[in-house]
């Protein structure tokens, strides 16, 4: 294409996987000039990409207040098209439209409006009435914009059809995920977990299960990923007889501790604001070639149920999930059969080098001003 885009995400690190990994990546590829302003420590120029730093101030309503900075940043890169990441900068990305005269994308990763109502940091039931009125708002007045990315599919809620649009799912990328070890081959006796750790996410209910599912095979739940909420390190730390913490990792060191694990598990709660969306963790479990065992949330029971690549469970018993890790480390050719069923489906359909035809799909529309 030979042409030039400005990336800008205010709550993202610069090496966001679908910040970085994913899109700016795959659009240097293609031949454009990609230029990346977020959250990072340095200026540099990595995998064809120019990263801008805009650090991120640690209190919440300070970066509120200087969100002003992406529209000077946008406005100090000339370039063919913009493409951004949050609701919030929603406003300044209209201005940014306007003085630029040039087209924008706005790429939406969440349900922002079930965020809000589930968000404990905001108090009273007032604040939030107040911020989800707001986000509704914002979302409708996105229309403006010249495209519209999303990560799962709720385009009808905002009537974002109207828009040249895709869903671009975070599926995993082939060449970060090489040939795993099936169950059966692996030295470690590891059920893992990877995100961010709360109980809203299933912590108690996956210490409790593997507790009890130690009692009947050797097993250990692996933990990968930083705790979001108060309380939850000095759980993990009460039960290390049974829980391996590795912390947060970069997706390299991430990756080569996944090699580990036999079995993917993922409870979340209907409170946690994650219902409706499409976990990328399901599909690295998938990539990883171990079976899986999650909650029976609608937006990927479907995906395990068709892929047969794992089990449902409804409800939050902790005795249901333990009777499956049992299940599957005393039966390893069904682990085997299920893990390799997801690793297929990965392989032939799930992977990001299928879905980011989209992407580039959807920017050869608006850059040649054609309509969907």
Same mark, same amino acid.
């Given at each position: 294409?030979?042409?030039?885009?400005?990336?800008?995400?205010?709550?993202?690190?610069?090496? =966001?996987?679908? $910040?970085? *990994? /994913?899109? #700016? !990546?795959? +659009? @240097?590829? %293609?031949? &454009?000039?990609?230029?990346?302003?977020?959250?990072?420590?340095?200026?540099?120029?990595?995998?064809?990409?120019?990263?801008?730093?805009?650090?991120?101030?640690?209190?919440?309503?300070?970066?509120?207040?200087?969100?002003?900075?992406?529209?000077?940043?946008?406005?100090?890169?000339?370039?063919?098209?913009?493409?951004?990441?949050?609701?919030?900068?929603?406003?300044?990305?209209?201005?940014?439209?306007?003085?630029?005269?040039?087209?924008?994308?706005?790429?939406?990763?969440? =349900?922002?409006? $079930?965020? *809000? /109502?589930? #968000? !404990?940091? +905001? @108090?009273? %039931?007032? &604040?939030?009435?107040?911020?989800?009125?707001?986000?509704?708002?914002?979302?409708?007045?996105?229309?403006?914009?010249?495209?519209?990315?999303?990560?799962?599919?709720?385009?009808?809620?905002?009537?974002?059809?109207?828009?040249?649009?895709?869903?671009?799912?975070?599926?995993?990328?082939?060449?970060?995920?090489?040939?795993?070890?099936?169950?059966?081959?692996?030295?470690?006796?590891?059920?893992?977990?990877?995100?961010?750790?709360?109980?809203?996410?299933?912590?108690?209910?996956?210490?409790?299960?593997?507790?009890?599912?130690?009692?009947?095979?050797?097993?250990?739940? &692996?933990?990968?990923?930083?705790?979001?909420?108060?309380?939850?390190?000095?759980?993990?730390?009460?039960?290390?007889?049974?829980?391996?913490?590795?912390?947060?990792?970069?997706?390299?060191?991430?990756?080569?501790?996944?090699?580990?694990?036999?079995?993917?598990?993922?409870?979340?709660?209907?409170?946690?604001?994650?219902?409706?969306?499409?976990?990328?963790?399901?599909?690295?479990?998938?990539?990883?070639?171990?079976?899986?065992?999650?909650?029976?949330?609608?937006?990927?029971?479907?995906?395990?149920?068709?892929?047969?690549?794992?089990?449902?469970?409804?409800?939050?018993?902790?005795?249901?999930?333990?009777?499956?890790?049992?299940?599957?480390?005393?039966?390893?050719?069904?682990?085997?059969?299920?893990?390799?069923?997801?690793?297929?489906?990965?392989?032939?359909?799930?992977?990001?080098?299928?879905?980011?035809?989209?992407?580039?799909?959807?920017?050869?529309?608006?850059?040649?001003?054609?309509?969907?």
């Amino acid at each position: 294409m030979g042409k030039s885009v400005c990336i800008l995400t205010s709550t993202h690190p610069a090496t =966001d996987v679908r $910040v970085f *990994y /994913r899109e #700016a !990546r795959t +659009l @240097a590829k %293609r031949g &454009l000039r990609v230029s990346v302003f977020a959250d990072w420590d340095r200026e540099e120029d990595r995998d064809g990409v120019r990263i801008y730093p805009v650090r991120k101030p640690k209190n919440r309503f300070v970066r509120i207040l200087l969100l002003y900075r992406f529209l000077i940043n946008g406005l100090s890169c000339p370039a063919d098209i913009y493409h951004f990441h949050e609701l919030e900068l929603v406003p300044f990305m209209i201005i940014l439209k306007i003085l630029s005269r040039k087209p924008v994308i706005f790429d939406i990763h969440e =349900d922002f409006e $079930v965020q *809000y /109502r589930k #968000a !404990r940091w +905001l @108090a009273g %039931r007032p &604040l939030k009435f107040v911020l989800v009125s707001i986000s509704r708002l914002l979302l409708f007045i996105s229309c403006i914009f010249d495209g519209i990315v999303l990560a799962f599919d709720y385009r009808r809620k905002y009537l974002f059809d109207k828009k040249p649009l895709c869903i671009l799912r975070n599926y995993p990328i082939k060449n970060m995920f090489g040939r795993f070890p099936y169950p059966d081959d692996k030295k470690g006796n590891y059920v893992l977990y990877t995100g961010g750790i709360s109980r809203r996410r299933g912590i108690e209910e996956m210490i409790e299960a593997v507790r009890i599912a130690n009692k009947r095979v050797d097993v250990k739940l &692996l933990l990968i990923g930083k705790p979001i909420e108060a309380g939850i390190l000095p759980l993990i730390e009460a039960n290390r007889d049974i829980v391996d913490y590795r912390g947060f990792l970069d997706w390299k060191e991430a990756v080569e501790i996944y090699r580990i694990a036999k079995v993917g598990l993922y409870i979340v709660h209907p409170t946690s604001g994650l219902a409706g969306n499409l976990p990328n963790k399901i599909f690295e479990y998938m990539a990883m070639g171990i079976p899986i065992i999650a909650s029976g949330e609608e937006s990927w029971r479907r995906y395990i149920e068709e892929t047969d690549s794992g089990f449902i469970i409804d409800g939050f018993e902790p005795t249901c999930y333990a009777e499956k890790i049992v299940y599957l480390f005393k039966n390893k050719d069904e682990a085997r059969r299920l893990g390799a069923n997801g690793r297929y489906a990965f392989e032939t359909h799930f992977n990001w080098e299928a879905e980011s035809k989209k992407l580039l799909a959807l920017y050869d529309r608006i850059l040649k001003g054609e309509d969907i």
